[in-house]
């Protein structure tokens, strides 16, 4: 078992930038794929941004690419989505995932998922 916990979200204006934080505990997770996935109301959950945990590569959608980062720190256990130049599209519930695969943007992918943290950006 692989536990999640998403924080980090929170209201900004369009533009603003946040960090979203994902506390990462459970059995040996190093060779797992780490994603964020997001879900606006009334929408289906969407892929953000994923990282092979050992190797680092990374993978994002489009419509985030150049303004999100995705990173990982094995000491800390943590992951990381950095978000800058925010628009009001990109508010969502945001969730932290894993998989023991490689990088994918396939919700059904992956096995563990957090419970949500909450981006709401103001026009």
């Known amino acids: 078992q692989v536990q999640l916990v998403e924080s980090g979200g929170g209201l900004v204006q369009a533009g603003g930038s946040l960090r979203l934080s994902c506390a990462v505990s459970?059995?040996?997770?190093?060779?797992?794929?780490m994603a964020w996935f997001r879900q606006a109301p009334g929408k289906e959950r969407e892929f953000v941004a994923a990282i092979m945990w050992m190797i680092g590569q990374t993978m994002y959608a489009d419509s985030v690419k150049g303004r999100f980062t995705i990173s990982r720190d094995g000491a800390k256990k943590m992951v990381y989505l950095q978000m800058i130049s925010l628009k009001p599209e990109d508010a969502a519930t945001y969730y932290c995932?894993?998989?023991?695969?490689?990088?994918?943007?396939?919700?059904?992918?992956?096995?563990?998922w957090g419970q949500g943290t909450q981006v709401t950006v103001s026009s």
């Open positions: 995932a894993a998989s023991d695969g490689v990088l994918s943007a396939r919700v059904g992918v992956y096995d563990y």
């Open positions: 459970g059995r040996a997770f190093s060779t797992y794929t």
